[in-house]
């Protein structure tokens, strides 16, 4: 099997993703990605580890990559934030590192205040980018935060839009129980996570309810045509988050053509300029979330934001990666090397090549306490 454009990749992405959910699968926009590649003609195989902070994780990591890479079939390393960078250091293929937001800004305790191992975080990925052969950033803004003689490619995660279109917003509603008179207001991500800042969301949402009976809906730990369903069927969403790099709650909804009240923050500003219908608070009051959600609610005139998002179909920028991988490979910069010829073959059955990516198709080592392995896994690490 090709890519489009030319001979198979071979690709080892690593990601330091703890953040999982309970089921301990990885990232949605991470496994999203790779199902993507996967279907362009790119093998990848993904390694993910629990890191936790602490460098002995990252340490069995390191090696475990090394083990990896030593078999030599791997045409490049894909690192996911740029932590996860270290473990393919020094570099035996090409590094590719994806920077998110927090592993270049730095991490939000739960006080809601920077904390400092946030600033060694920061140290390390601005190490990993100067050794990086292609560094990418989800937002235009983040940018800043990488050293000057660094340059990065804009990629951000991009949305499945085939999940993600518009229903009828009544169809929803039954679909998930939901009653059709009342007025929903959408919260998506972990609502214990302090940076998320989701009782700012509940503060503006108890104003709203002065003037208009409003429900404050939380999506987390859903199946994600669940979420899907729950943008079609609710009226507004709102987005209180400290920081974000390129929040794919933002872009979905908006391919969904369901109105966004967000706080200004990562790429937002630009996915929802031009857009009539949505509301960019010009700070984090809670009267002021509160107010720009009762025009939204207010107003009953649709709106056609899906129209906007067409460019970030996963489809599109899956082309736009692997045109990142094809110029950091030695056959792009020096030619004359055939890529199959470093390829392995790949014996697993045809129905098994191209699944979501699952934990438990990579070695997982129970290295976290209380995080078990999952049965009938190998050695898994973020």
Not at 111 to 133: E, T
Request: aromatic share 6%.
């Amino acid at each position: 099997m090709s890519t489009r454009m030319g001979p198979r990749i071979r690709v080892l992405m690593v990601t330091g993703d703890w953040r999982w959910n309970s089921g301990r699968r990885p990232a949605v926009f991470i496994a999203r990605q790779v199902e993507f590649l996967r279907r362009a003609g790119v093998e990848v195989d993904l390694f993910s580890f629990r890191g936790a902070g602490q460098p002995w994780n990252y340490a069995l990591a390191w090696w475990e990559v090394r083990r990896r890479l030593n078999g030599g079939s791997y045409d490049l390393v894909h690192a996911q934030f740029g932590q996860s960078g270290l473990t393919a250091l020094p570099q035996r293929v090409p590094l590719v590192v994806t920077f998110r937001g927090d592993d270049l800004e730095g991490f939000i305790g739960e006080n809601g205040r920077y904390i400092p191992a946030g600033w060694l975080f920061r140290c390390i990925s601005r190490v990993v980018a100067r050794q990086a052969d292609a560094a990418i950033v989800v937002s235009e803004h983040m940018k800043r935060y990488l050293p000057g003689s660094v340059p990065a490619h804009v990629l951000p995660s991009g949305i499945d839009l085939e999940l993600f279109r518009p229903e009828p917003r009544d169809e929803a509603r039954r679909r998930l129980g939901l009653a059709e008179e009342q007025r929903l207001i959408l919260f998506v991500g972990n609502p214990a996570l302090a940076r998320k800042r989701f009782a700012l969301a509940q503060r503006a949402v108890d104003i709203v309810n002065r003037s208009i009976p409003a429900r404050l809906i939380v999506g987390w730990e859903l199946p994600h045509p669940d979420i899907a369903a729950l943008m079609s069927a609710c009226d507004v969403l709102v987005c209180t988050s400290m920081q974000e790099g390129s929040p794919d709650a933002v872009k979905e909804a908006l391919a969904c053509n369901l109105p966004v009240v967000s706080v200004r923050l990562g790429d937002v500003p630009l996915r929802l300029r031009g857009i009539s219908g949505c509301e960019l608070c010009p700070d984090d009051r809670a009267e002021t979330i509160a107010a720009a959600l009762e025009r939204v609610l207010r107003r009953s005139s649709p709106m056609d934001s899906r129209s906007a998002m067409k460019h970030l179909d996963e489809r599109l920028l899956t082309q736009r990666l692997i045109d990142i991988y094809r110029s950091v490979l030695p056959s792009t910069r020096a030619g004359g090397r055939e890529l199959e010829r470093r390829a392995r073959p790949d014996h697993r059955p045809a129905d098994q090549r191209n699944r979501w990516p699952s934990i438990r198709e990579e070695p997982v080592m129970k290295i976290v306490p209380g995080i078990p392995a999952s049965p009938g896994a190998g050695p898994v690490l973020p």
